[in-house]
Every structure is written in structure tokens, then in C-alpha cells.
């Protein structure tokens, strides 16, 4: 994240522009900060298959415009989180 407690600076190390159809395997290295944009004016669907249940892991967003981080839980869970069970990851 950086030195300073909720502030990052960030570097663009690959920008990836796909056309209809494209499929591409996003296997983030810990501490990966990430972000998946649509830029077409007509309407997208992108498929996430995820390895674990991200609903309750703890993340970080990073917020551009203040360099600086927060803390949330998507809560995207077929079944309430179990505090003992949830993990905390740098997203």
C-alpha cells in the first residue's frame, strides 16, 4: 500500500483493450490492486468466476482522486459471513 497508513501510489504496470468475445484470466499476485472498465457506449457483460467466496473477504478499494485506501466486504454471499472464516487480502 505504501508507507503512509491509507495512502498509495500506484503505477499502471498493463492495460489490456479486448473486443467482443475476448476471455482473459486475471490471476492477481497478492497486494494486486486492480480495476475492469467498460468503455463502449453499448451495453457489456463480463463473467467473473472467482476462487473464493469474495462476499466475505475483507478489501481494499483504492480511491483515485486522494490516493488513499479503504476498507470494505462486498457482501456478495449466498449465506451470512462467519467472523472466524473471513479473510484479509489487499485487493
Do not use: W
Amino acid at each position: 500500500m505504501g508507507e503512509a497508513e491509507g495512502h498509495a501510489q500506484l503505477q499502471v504496470t498493463e492495460v489490456r483493450l479486448l473486443q467482443p468475445g475476448d476471455i482473459y484470466r486475471l490471476l492477481p499476485p497478492d497486494g494486486d490492486i486492480h480495476a475492469v472498465k467498460t468503455t463502449s457506449q453499448s451495453a457489456s457483460v463480463s463473467i467473473h468466476i472467482l476462487g473464493n467466496d469474495t462476499g466475505c473477504v475483507l478489501r481494499h478499494q483504492f480511491i483515485l482522486e486522494s490516493h488513499s485506501v479503504k476498507s470494505f466486504r462486498s457482501g456478495y454471499s449466498n449465506a451470512p459471513c462467519k467472523e472466524e472464516e473471513i479473510e484479509y487480502v489487499l485487493h
